[in-house]
C-alpha cells in the first residue's frame, strides 16, 4: 500500500503567449513564452493520488465528481511518470502497476480563461512524480496535460523553451527568477465572466495555425526579441519595460485569433474598456504603472507594483461599480476613496452596475508544494473524502 501526496499547485498568467503547437500530440508549442506564478495562497489546485495494489482501476475525480480516466492527455502524463520510475528505478517494479486514484479540485471558476488546466495538471503531475519518487525535472511531462502547465512547476517567473527536437526533450520550462527576487509585483484579476469559453484553446490554436499569416510572423520574428527583452526586465526589476511587452503582447495574441479564419474573439466590450482605462491611467501619470493581459477569455489579469494597488483599485470601483459586498477577494488592501483630482483626468465614464463580477488580488508567489497537514482529498480506502451531488 502507498501512502496519499497531496499537492497545492498555482495558475500561472502568461506575458508572452504561447498560442500555436508545432506538435499537437506532444504539445509542443510553435514559440517560447514567458509568465508569472501567482501565489497559491489566493488561487489554487489541489491534488491527492494514492496507488494500492488492490485498485481495480485508474480512477480521477475532479471537483467532487468523478471523470473518465479515458482522457488521452491524462493517460500520457501517468503513462510518462511511469517511465520516468522505471527509468530512474526510484520505486519497486511493482509498485508501477498498481492502480492510481486522483482527486483533484480548484478554488476558482475552470475554463474561464482563469488558467485552470494548467494549475490541474501541473498540480497532478507534481503530486504523481513525489508518489512515484521522480527527481529530474517533471516540466516536459506537465506539457503533455496541457501546454501552460508546464510553466506551472515553477514558481517566480518562468520561461517555456519552444525547444527544436522532433522528440520534444527540450521543451521544457526553466525558472527567469524565483518570487523572493521582486516580491512588490501584485497581480488584480477582474473576473468578466465566469461561464465557459466559447472557443478552447486547444481548437482556437488550432484553426490559428492553420490559416493566420500574423502567426507565422509573430512567432519567427516578434516572439524571440520580445522573450530576451522581458527577462532583462524582470531581472533587472524594470516594471515599465515589463508592462509596456505584457500589453503588446496580449494585443497581438488577440490580434492573431481575428487572423484566423474563421477568426474568434475572447474580449468583449468591457475587457475593451478595460483597455482603455488602463491606457489612460498610465498616460495620466506620464508613467506605465499597471499593465494588461488578457487569455483566451474576456477576464483581465492586471500586472503592478503593490504600492500602486490601493489607487488602482479605487478607480476600477469608481469606474465599475459594484453591488457586491466582496468584490476583491484574496490578498487584503485598504481602497482608498478616489481622489477627486484622478476623477476630473479620466476620460472614462462611470459604467453600468456589476459588469466586472469581483476582483481578485494577488502576488507572484512559489512552484507547487507538498500539503503536509493530512488535509487529503482522499480517504484511507482512497475513495474522496467530498463528492458533489448533482
Ligand atoms: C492563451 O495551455 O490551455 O492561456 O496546450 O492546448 O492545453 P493546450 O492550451 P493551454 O493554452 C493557454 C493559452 C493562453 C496563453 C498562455 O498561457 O501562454
Same mark, same amino acid.
Given at each position: ?22 506538435? /499537437? ?11 508569472? @506564478? ?44 511511469? %517511465? ?57 511531462? *506537465? ?18 523553451? *519552444? ?52 502567426? &507565422? ?9 520580445? @522573450? ?15 508592462? /509596456? ?61 503593490? &504600492? ?7 478607480? %476600477? ?7 457586491? @459586498? ?9 481602497? &482608498?476613496?478616489?481622489? *477627486? ?18 476582483? %481578485? ?30
Amino acid at each position: 500500500m502507498s501512502e496519499i501526496i497531496t499537492v497545492v499547485a498555482p495558475v500561472n498568467i502568461a506575458v508572452i503567449k504561447y498560442w500555436g503547437k508545432r506538435d /499537437e500530440e506532444l504539445i509542443l508549442p510553435t514559440n517560447d513564452s514567458v509568465s508569472a @506564478t501567482l501565489d497559491t495562497g489566493v488561487m489554487c489546485a489541489k491534488t491527492s493520488v494514492t496507488a494500492r495494489p488492490d485498485f481495480s482501476e485508474d480512477k480521477i475525480w475532479l471537483n467532487g465528481i468523478k471523470e473518465s480516466f479515458s482522457n488521452k492527455r491524462l493517460q500520457n502524463c501517468l503513462r510518462e511518470i511511469k %517511465i520516468r520510475a522505471a527509468q530512474e528505478k526510484s520505486v519497486g517494479e511493482e509498485f508501477l502497476y498498481w492502480k492510481v486514484h486522483i482527486c483533484s479540485e480548484n478554488n476558482f471558476p475552470t475554463a474561464a480563461g482563469l488558467a485552470s488546466s494548467a494549475a490541474g495538471y501541473a498540480c497532478l503531475v507534481s503530486a504523481l512524480a513525489k508518489l512515484y519518487k521522480l527527481k529530474s525535472d517533471v516540466s516536459s511531462i *506537465a506539457r503533455l496535460g496541457s501546454g501552460s502547465a508546464c510553466r506551472s512547476v515553477y514558481g517566480g517567473f518562468v520561461r517555456w523553451h *519552444a525547444g527544436v527536437k522532433p522528440d520534444g526533450s527540450d521543451s521544457v520550462a526553466t525558472q527567469v527568477a524565483d518570487n523572493s527576487h521582486w516580491p512588490e509585483m501584485h497581480a488584480l484579476i477582474l473576473v468578466v465572466g465566469e461561464s465557459k469559453k466559447k472557443m478552447s484553446s486547444t481548437k482556437g490554436m488550432n484553426i490559428t495555425k492553420e490559416t493566420s499569416d500574423l502567426l &507565422k510572423y509573430r512567432a519567427e520574428q516578434v516572439v524571440p526579441q520580445r @522573450t530576451e527583452e522581458i527577462c532583462k526586465a524582470i531581472k533587472e526589476k524594470h516594471f515599465a519595460k515589463f508592462a /509596456e511587452i505584457t500589453m503588446k503582447d496580449s494585443n497581438q495574441f488577440h490580434a492573431v485569433c481575428m487572423d484566423s479564419y474563421p477568426p474568434f474573439v475572447y474580449l468583449t466590450s468591457v475587457s475593451y474598456t478595460i483597455i482603455d482605462l488602463i491606457h489612460n491611467y498610465n498616460d495620466l501619470y506620464r508613467e506605465i504603472k499597471v499593465a494588461y493581459t488578457f487569455d483566451a477569455g474576456p477576464n483581465a489579469c492586471l500586472y503592478l507594483l503593490k &504600492k500602486d494597488v490601493p489607487e488602482l483599485l479605487s478607480v %476600477i470601483n469608481h469606474i465599475f461599480p459594484s453591488s457586491s @459586498t466582496a468584490f476583491v477577494r484574496g490578498i487584503e488592501t485598504n481602497v &482608498k476613496p478616489i481622489n *477627486a483630482d484622478i476623477v476630473s483626468k479620466l476620460t472614462i465614464e462611470p459604467q453600468a452596475k456589476d459588469l466586472i463580477k469581483y476582483v %481578485i488580488h494577488t502576488k507572484v508567489g512559489e512552484g507547487p508544494t507538498e500539503v503536509t497537514d493530512g488535509s487529503h482529498l482522499l480517504n484511507d480506502n482512497g475513495s474522496p473524502k467530498c463528492l458533489n451531488i448533482i
